[in-house]
Structure formats: C-alpha cells, structure tokens
C-alpha cells in the first residue's frame, strides 16, 4: 500500500473517473498493462487531483512524438531510474 | 527494430546511456563535450532534446514513485531491482562553479507538442495557490534548485528561505528528495502529515520538487551541451 492516499479506478467518480477513462484509452505497450484491474501505481499516485494527472502524463505522451525511437527512450528511462536507485 | 541502424547501436546507445546517467546524477557537470560526442553518434540537436526530455521526465517520475511509494506493478521477466539505500549523492560543488545556462537555453523544448504540455504542467504545479500556497512552492522549488546546482533558478528564487519550522520541514522535505530520492521513507511524508499538511498538499509537495528536478536537467540538459 502506498504512503500517499490515491483513488483506485473503481472508487474513482466524475472528474477522477473521466481522466482515468482515457487514460486507459491511451494506446500503451502491453509490458506497461499491469496484472491487475486498476490503473498504473503511478499514475494512482496522481489520483488526489486529476487536474494534476492529466497535465503530468500529457507531457509523459507528449515524449513518444520526439526525435528518438522506442528503443532508445527506452534506454534512457531505464539508465535514468536505475541512476536513482529506483524500480520505477 | 532499429530500422537499419543497427551496426550504430552499440556506441552511440552507450553515449546515449552516458548521458542519462551524467544528466541524472550530476547535471552541473554536462558539457558542450557531451553534445559533441552525441552528435558524433548522429543525434542532432532534436534528438539531443528528446533524450533530455526523457532523461527529465524520468526525474520527475521516479520522485514521485520513491515519495509515494507506490509498489512496483508490472509483470517482468528480470529480476526485481533491489535499490542500494545507501547509495551516496555525487558531492555538490560549491556555488561559485555552478553553470549559468543562458536565457534562451531555458526556453520550454522545442518540439510543440512537449513545449505546450509542459507549459500547461509547470503553471499548474509552480503557479496556483491551492492546495499549497505559492510561498510554498516555491520554498520547495528554490531548494530543488539549489541541489541540482541549477544557478539561474536557485538566483530567481533566492529569497525563498525558511522562515519558521513549517517551511524548514519544506524544505528538509525538498532536499532529500532531490539529492537522495531512494531514501523517501513513509516518515517523510508523515512528518508533513503532522506538520497540518492534508493529503493533497502532499501530493503537490512531491510534484512540485520532482518537477523542479526535472526541469533543472531539461534546462542543464540542452544549454550546457550546445557549444
């Protein structure tokens, strides 16, 4: 469980639910689905103000129309949180 | 997948990797030679800015995974990361020799889409006054700034110092998460908690140094590689 308060999808309502919804619709590849129902625990992380959620991974999409390949943002996302000392 | 450049890859991914690590680690140290050796490997000045668009979001990503603590969800094949708790921050050079990155370097980065969505973030996460006051943020983000060595913005937001506990728990709050983000601990965030802090004002805390990181190496990122 989280140290921060989030809001699963299923509790989610109105503005919360919106922005969970297309988010979801979002196309993504299958390794960042996670095995289970509810939304990316980073993403949840944001759930305590949607306004905040979609402005954060607008810029996150944003990324995939750059100069660099999959691959390669790929390489650098994972240097760059292995550097920090991070699972994310 | 690489689309015929292969026989590229193995140099120009380490040069690539090299750069993330730097960019991540110690931004103040990036150099017009890290830019040279990027563009020896055939990446161009958009590709340069990509890469530390990605290099910054990242920043931002893994802060709030670490000051969440969210857990990990996604099925792999690799084994599970044990991060190194004890992992010692590269040591910060004094202020004197922090890098200046010129005006025009500091500019949102120049592919549209990103330039747009990130104006829309930062104004959200540094400018509105709910559910931390501005006072606040920028308390937050003048101490992000400082550890990233970033001079331009730790000078733009000199005057925001502690004046009393609240704001120097703030601040104690923003550097740790900045220069040892795989120290966040449930404590951290409890102390806030206590401190009269509501759960959202939390959330914003950790945006808005996560974005202060991040920004700090977009900007370090693109003025200090260009010669």
């Keep these: ?88 | 997948m690489l689309k015929g450049e292969d026989d590229l890859l193995p140099a120009r991914a380490a040069e690539l990797a090299r750069f993330a690590a730097t960019l991540t680690a110690a931004p103040w140290s990036i150099t017009p030679e890290h830019g040279a050796r990027l563009a020896a490997q055939g990446l161009g000045s958009d590709a340069i800015e990509a890469a530390t668009g990605v290099v910054a979001m990242f920043n931002y990503l893994t802060r709030v995974a670490d000051a969440s603590g969210i857990e990990f969800d996604y099925v792999s094949p690799l084994p599970v990361f044990q991060p190194d708790r004890d992992r010692e921050p590269v040591p910060r050079p004094d202020r004197a020799s922090w890098p200046v990155v010129p005006a025009e370097h500091r500019r949102l980065p120049g592919f549209l889409a990103m330039a747009q969505a990130w104006r829309q973030w930062r104004e959200y996460v540094f400018d509105t006054e709910e559910p931390l006051s501005r006072r606040e943020r920028r308390l937050l983000a003048a101490a992000a700034a400082r550890e990233c060595c970033d001079r331009t913005r730790a000078d733009e937001l000199a005057d925001h110092t502690p004046r009393d506990d609240r704001e120097s728990l703030l601040d104690s709050f923003a550097r740790k998460l900045s220069r040892q983000p795989w120290r966040m601990a449930a404590a951290d965030l409890a102390a806030l908690r206590d401190a009269g802090y509501p759960e959202p004002a939390l959330l914003h805390a950790i945006s808005v140094v996560a974005l202060q990181n991040a920004e700090s190496r977009l900007a370090m990122g693109r003025g200090l590689t260009a010669g």
Excluded: K
């Design chain 1, 1 to 88: 469980m989280a140290w921060l308060a989030t809001i699963s999808r299923a509790e989610a309502a109105g503005e919360l639910a919106e922005t969970y919804a297309a988010m979801a619709a979002r196309p993504i590849p299958e390794a960042y689905r996670p095995p289970h129902d509810d939304a990316p625990g980073i993403i949840r992380a944001h759930s305590l103000d949607a306004e905040l959620m979609r402005r954060t991974f607008a810029v996150s999409g944003s990324l995939h129309r750059s100069a660099l390949g999959w691959a390669e943002r790929e390489l650098i996302s994972s240097v760059t949180s292995r550097t920090n000392q991070c699972f994310y």
